[in-house]
């Protein structure tokens, strides 16, 4: 029986100062520092990323965009309108759209819909503040995945990430 991993990812801690349209929105500087940390958390606790599903929002791609950097091999990157202001069961229909072959996913978008993605597949609630990660290993095909049909291995913040 196939198993993938879906990294969750909140995008980074964002500028409210400027004025822009949510949609373009950046990140604060604090944002910045947040993403490059969880790029450095992947890149010592991931083996490897398949695919990354990336919000097209402008603070979601900058904290891939950060994220990424730190990575050995960044993973390619589609830049998913289904994330932008999408509700767990939205999200939920995209993972079950994977690829097969695909074995590690990481998924940057927004609260609520994060947040409720994650309490979907592991039946418990993850706080997923700006900048987190919850790492879930879904057992099974992706068409499969549902509610309490993944297993949470790891979440929070990485070390020095926080507020």
């Known amino acids: 029986m196939p198993e993938h991993a879906l990294i969750l990812l909140r995008h980074a801690k964002s500028d409210w100062s400027g004025g822009e349209a949510d949609r373009h929105r950046p990140l604060a500087k604090r944002g910045r520092r947040q993403a490059s940390e969880a790029g450095r958390w992947l890149a010592e606790s991931v083996d490897g990323i398949d695919l990354a599903l990336v919000s097209p929002a402008e603070r979601a791609r900058s904290t891939w965009e950060l994220a990424s950097a730190e990575l050995d091999v960044p993973p390619p990157t589609r830049f998913e309108e289904r994330v932008y202001a999408a509700s767990g069961s939205g999200l939920l229909g995209l993972v079950r759209e994977l690829p097969e072959d695909v074995g590690t996913v990481v998924l ?56």
């Open 108 to 163: 940057v978008g927004h609260n609520p819909g994060v947040e409720d993605l994650a309490e979907r597949l592991v039946g418990a609630w993850v706080h997923m503040p700006t900048s987190a990660l919850a790492v879930l290993r879904v057992p099974g095909a992706w068409s499969t995945a549902g509610d309490t049909t993944a297993e949470l291995m790891a979440s929070g913040r990485p070390p020095g990430g926080g507020d």
